[in-house]
């Protein structure tokens, strides 16, 4: 009962939460005073031509008629007309998406398979030299700025292998992994050290709780403390900060994609802003937002998998 | 566990003393930035936007310490001349956060009730967002450039130091020494600004040194990516992405500015988080 009652209030909040982006992506297209439809015909169309656009989408009706219309043709999948193309922008977004959910996939897997291992010998010896390291470790990939950090893996590791491209995604899966492997594990040393401090406090803090005291007094052994007992108690935090980490995530995607020419959403995104596109980027911006908001989502559902208070049925 | 209380304060005052050291080495790294952001023109050797196509791309040398670049220009001068851009640029925008954070979460706190309810929402929303892009789209419509993202800092970098002004707020609210304030009739503006705020800003201060230099980061990874500050003007990711082209004969391009933005941020790290553990304490 409960869970259904949270599960609704969820998707009341997505709900609410998208309706709010697509508010502010139309207020941002009407705010820039820019003409669609002479954006998309040119300077040379005539004004008759103009005119007659302008009616067919509609500009010449009140702004909330607009939005409505706007909202309708998206829940069509209609993203509107690129002014730099004049193609339609659901196809450039729907040839740009698999790339950048690939990289996020990858990049947040990688991250995970960072900051868990590490976590575990800082909480195995708290203080010891692995721990400075450590440490330095999170300091460096906080203040890395993303495009040069994958600029050097680039110098590092790329060039002198020759094991990954540098540009471009390939035709088939194996390549695109290999495409996507170094920008990802770009994004992955950028999202780690926040894990790392997140999962390494509740931790420690797990493992000096009474519980685990208690089973310590049993005789269980230190493995068995730390993963059995402890651990299971202190991934909710983790995974909080994860969904926090979304809207940053996409941001460092956007920077690495163009790092790399990795020709996903980032990409496009910032081709089209530097191309006064705002039809691809209003659309972008809203697609990476959706993402966003999907991906907190997903964290909360995994939460609830570790927290028997919200999976309780009472 | 079973160790001595003498060996456990000995190993604090240790711990201790290695955190005065690494805030000190954050305090340092920022100064040195600082002076060399005022002093820039008297200590640049070039002149940051002269051309010298014949000394196109030279490796670093005794006349050009970290070499030239595509068109001639000294990196070291550009490098330095670009600390009078991004450092400023990341203070202003930090403080336009600041300012805007700092007034909602205080009427929020302190007014309470619907007001702090809306800015509360507003806060959610926004934040849902993936706010970085959102500063993108803005570009886009105000055109590149320093008012567009110093707007988009305004429009979205107050939300944490309304969060924290206002949990503060809330706090403090409820001490004997706020309602002793209030019996001795001042007006409630004034039991705000000179006894609430004083005791509720400590949080802030902290979160402020490290916005500086996420606004910095912020900054340069939208100049990298064409929509920030605009070339010639040197500005660190700029130059990253003019050095890009030429990253496998003169790695020297990019590697001098980018160290710059690290080693910067890597100061206001240290020391912000030296900042955030006294201050708590």
């Known amino acids: 009962m409960r869970r259904a009652v949270i599960a609704v209030k969820r998707l009341a909040q997505v709900v609410v939460l998208m309706l709010g982006c697509t508010l502010l992506v139309f207020v941002i297209q009407a705010a820039s005073g820019r003409d669609p439809a002479r954006a998309i015909l040119g300077q040379r169309a005539s004004a008759e031509q103009v005119e007659a656009l302008r009616a067919q989408l509609g500009l010449d009706q009140p702004l909330p008629l607009q939005y409505l219309r706007f909202l309708g043709n998206l829940l069509h999948g209609d993203f509107g007309v690129s002014y730099y193309s004049g193609g339609a922008v659901g196809t450039l977004i729907a040839g740009r998406l698999g790339t950048t959910l690939l990289l996020l996939v990858v990049a947040f897997v990688l991250s995970l398979a960072i900051s868990m291992p590490l976590t575990m010998t800082v909480v195995r010896r708290p203080g010891g030299i692995l721990d400075g390291v450590i440490r330095a470790f999170t300091l460096v990939g906080t203040v890395m700025p993303a495009f040069w950090l994958g600029i050097l893996l680039i110098l590092l590791i790329a060039l002198p292998t020759g094991w990954f491209p540098v540009s471009g995604y390939g035709q088939t899966l194996p390549e695109h992994l290999r495409a996507v492997a170094l920008p990802a594990l770009t994004l992955a040393i950028g999202l780690a050290p926040v894990q790392i401090r997140t999962l390494r406090t509740s931790w420690l803090r797990a493992m000096q709780s009474p519980y685990v005291e208690a089973a310590r007094s049993r005789g269980a052994r230190q493995s068995r403390l730390m993963f059995a007992h402890a651990l299971p108690n202190s991934v909710i935090p983790l995974i909080s900060i994860v969904a926090v980490q979304a809207g940053w995530s996409i941001f460092l995607a956007v920077i690495v994609e163009n790092t790399f020419r990795l020709p996903g959403l980032g990409q496009g995104l910032v081709l089209a802003a530097n191309q006064s596109d705002l039809p691809v980027v209003n659309a972008t911006t809203l697609v990476l937002a959706l993402m966003v908001v999907l991906i907190s989502l997903v964290a909360d559902w995994i939460s609830t998998l570790f927290d028997p208070k919200l999976r309780s049925a009472s | ?281």
Do not use: C, K
């Not at chain 2, 916005?211 to 910095?216: E, K, L, Q």
């Open chain 2, 1 to 281: 566990m079973s160790a001595a209380p003498s060996t456990i304060a000995i190993a604090t005052a240790r711990r201790q003393r290695a955190r005065a050291r690494i805030s000190w080495i954050g305090i340092g790294i920022v100064v040195v930035f600082a002076l060399l952001a005022v002093l820039g023109p008297m200590l640049t050797p070039y002149d940051p936007l002269a051309q010298t196509l014949l000394d196109r791309l030279q490796p670093p040398s005794a006349a050009h310490l970290l070499g030239t670049d595509a068109l001639g220009r000294d990196v070291l001068s550009r490098v330095i001349a670009a600390g009078r851009v991004d450092l400023p640029l990341g203070l202003a925008a930090a403080m336009i956060s600041a300012t805007v954070g700092s007034i909602l979460g205080s009427v929020g706190g302190f007014i309470g009730r619907w007001v702090d309810t809306l800015l509360m929402r507003l806060g959610d929303l926004v934040m849902a967002f993936p706010t970085y892009v959102l500063v993108i789209a803005l570009v886009t419509v105000m055109g590149a450039g320093i008012p567009a993202i110093l707007v988009s800092f305004a429009l979205l970098g107050w939300i944490p130091y309304a969060r924290l002004l206002r949990a503060e707020i809330r706090r403090v609210t409820h001490e004997e020494y706020i309602a002793a304030a209030r019996l001795s009739g001042i007006s409630e503006l004034r039991v705000l600004l000179q006894h609430v705020l004083p005791n509720a800003v400590r949080p802030s201060i902290a979160y402020f040194v490290l916005d500086i230099m996420m606004a910095i980061l912020t900054l340069a990874s939208l100049s990298y990516l064409g929509l920030g500050v605009q070339p010639p003007t040197p500005e660190w990711g700029t130059m990253v992405a003019e050095g890009q082209p030429y990253l496998q004969t003169n790695w020297w391009l990019t590697a001098a500015p980018g160290g710059a933005i690290a080693v910067l941020g890597l100061g206001f790290l240290l020391l912000g988080e030296s900042l955030e553990t006294r201050l708590r304490g």
